[in-house]
């Protein structure tokens, strides 16, 4: 009797292989996503391999979400607005007749880097003053970090005239006009701070000096010799703009004073002056000697 037999060899089934066997991203708060990395796919056993992908947390994409074979899946997590914190996620490939494969993946965001940023309040300065009067009152500008971490600030002018000197958290600023002439003028006092994200900040300032103003009016003093006369009762001052043309009198100074100020006198003219000495009956000397005054 003859027996045949016949064995046939079970068929391999396919097996999922991946590398690498996880990943790791880092990103910093608010900043931009990471690079994106990827799985590298292939099939360790027999058949064919047909395998579909799908992941476990929010902030994470992959792509393709299947394939056939050899292949490679991108992994990209999203920054998005999570906060500063270690975040664990995985990406697991299925395929029928094949156990599954899941790659654990890590993804760190850090706590952006400190960033001063400098605020000036005023942003501009201004400055008035007169030709050859007083210097006008020194103005302050107030600095403040309006940003994250410590701000150190340095402080300069740009000007002979500007002075800018950093006193606490703020800069005091003085100007000198001596020596300038009536016009305006332009100065910048610039503060900068190492590692501010608006470093250097400038603050404009402007000065401007008036010509000094030539007064309309002016005054004449006149004094004389006290008359020695035992009743005498007082003057009499006598103002002309010609030489002789006096009319009354413009004031009346009592005895014992020997000076008069005639004020508010318009400039532009010569005025002439006389005096006269009067008793206590009322009788009245002749006309002293005329001095005269011009006012320009």
Do not use: C
């Not at 318009?266 to 009067?278: H, L, M, N, Q, R």
Request: charged content about 5%; overall charge neutral.
């Amino acid at each position: 009797m003859t027996v045949s037999l016949t064995i046939t060899a079970a068929a391999v089934p396919p097996a999922i292989g991946v590398t690498p066997g996880s990943l790791t991203f880092t990103a910093q708060q608010g900043s931009g996503n990471p690079t994106p990395q990827s799985l590298a796919v292939r099939n360790t056993g027999g058949g064919t391999l047909t395998w579909t992908v799908s992941n476990n947390a929010a902030w994470l994409s992959h792509s393709p979400t299947s394939g056939t074979g050899t292949g490679t899946v991108t992994i990209s997590p999203v920054t998005g607005s999570l906060a500063a914190g270690t975040y664990t996620g995985a990406v697991t490939l299925y395929a029928t007749g094949a156990a599954a494969v899941t790659i654990p993946i890590t993804f760190t965001i850090t706590a952006p880097a400190a960033q001063p940023t400098i605020g000036l309040s005023p942003t501009s300065l201004t400055f008035n003053a007169t030709a050859g009067g007083n210097n006008p009152s020194n103005q302050t500008i107030a600095i403040t970090n309006t940003g994250t971490g410590s701000l150190t600030w340095t402080v300069t002018d740009n000007a002979n005239w500007l002075t800018a000197t950093q006193s606490g958290n703020s800069v005091v600023t003085s100007v000198n006009i001596a020596g300038l002439a009536a016009g305006s003028y332009s100065g910048v006092i610039t503060v900068a701070a190492s590692g501010a994200t608006n470093t250097p900040r400038t603050v404009p300032v402007t000065l401007t000096i008036a010509a000094a103003t030539q007064p309309t009016t002016g005054t004449v003093t006149l004094s004389w010799v006290p008359n020695s006369e035992s009743d005498l009762a007082g003057y009499k001052v006598y103002r002309a703009t010609a030489s002789g043309g006096y009319g009354a009198p413009i004031a009346t100074v009592p005895a014992g004073t020997s000076q008069y100020v005639s004020s508010g006198l318009a400039k532009g003219f010569t005025y002439f002056f006389v005096i006269t000495a009067y008793d206590q009956a009322g009788n009245e000397s002749p006309y002293s000697s005329e001095t005269s005054k011009s006012l320009y």
